[in-house]
């Protein structure tokens, strides 16, 4: 089982919908989440953290379920400039301080 | 501003040339990473390091190797390149402190061609 696992899409959606994401680590004892933004194969960036508590910045709504281990992202009102790559990123390995990341989700929103 | 810049941003090399690609951050992390990105593949990890004289290995390090003499480069060098090691690779840096990973900096890629 992959540590981190996404599903790939795309995801098409027309603006102005809502979206979400899930995705599912495989080590229980993970305890930093985050989610990146990629566009068009340049640089990942961070779009949110995600806490235990679940966070909201804007639109975006970020989730954790411990339990069954998966974190979600949730986007409201899609505006076109939403169109990229979502990565989830999980910490793992021995210490915990390695980083790895699924393999992104795509989404695409139309006019 | 702190940054972290890799350079190359493009190489093309021949097959079985030695490459080394440059990673340097001002953020002043104890972690380092150097991932691949290839498509259908996400990113991968190659190597990482959690301070100076610290390296390790990430699940596709073969024919990759990385050393760290300070805390701010990790270079990332090619034995002996090979077409499969065509791809976008992504330095990053993060910290990591009372159990938890800080938001981890990417560069900017290079993009590497062997030919």
């Known amino acids: 089982r992959k540590e981190v696992e996404q599903d790939p899409g795309p995801f098409n959606v027309p603006e102005g919908a809502t979206v979400a994401f899930n995705c599912t680590y495989s080590?229980?004892?993970?305890?930093?989440f985050f989610w990146y933004r990629q566009d068009c194969r340049k640089e990942p960036k961070l779009l949110m953290s995600?806490?235990?508590s679940g966070n909201e910045d804007g639109r975006f709504t970020a989730q954790l379920n411990r339990a069954s281990q998966y974190i979600s992202l949730l986007i409201r009102d899609s505006k076109l400039s939403d169109s990229a790559t979502y990565l989830c990123?999980?910490?793992?390995?021995?210490?915990?301080?390695?980083?790895?990341f699924g393999t992104g989700t795509r989404l695409l929103v139309s006019p | 501003d702190a940054e972290i810049t890799q350079s190359p941003r493009h190489k093309i090399t021949e097959t079985g040339r030695q490459v080394t690609l440059a990673c340097h951050q001002t953020?002043?992390?104890?972690?380092m990473f150097w991932y691949r990105q290839d498509l259908g593949h996400g990113l991968r990890l190659i190597h990482y390091?959690?301070?100076?004289?610290d390296t390790n290995k990430g699940e596709v390090s073969d024919g990759y190797s990385v050393s760290r003499s300070n805390t701010e480069d990790l270079p990332l060098t090619l034995e002996s390149a090979a077409s499969s090691q065509t791809s976008v690779y992504f330095c990053?840096?993060?910290?990591w402190g009372q159990g938890f990973n800080t938001e981890a900096f990417f560069g900017q890629g290079t993009r590497l061609t062997v030919v």
């Open positions: 995600v806490y235990s």
């Open positions: 390091s959690y301070g100076v004289h």
């Open positions: 990123v999980v910490n793992g390995g021995t210490g915990f301080q390695k980083l790895v």
């Open positions: 990053a840096s993060s910290e």
């Open positions: 953020w002043n992390h104890n972690n």
């Open positions: 080590n229980s004892a993970s305890q930093s």
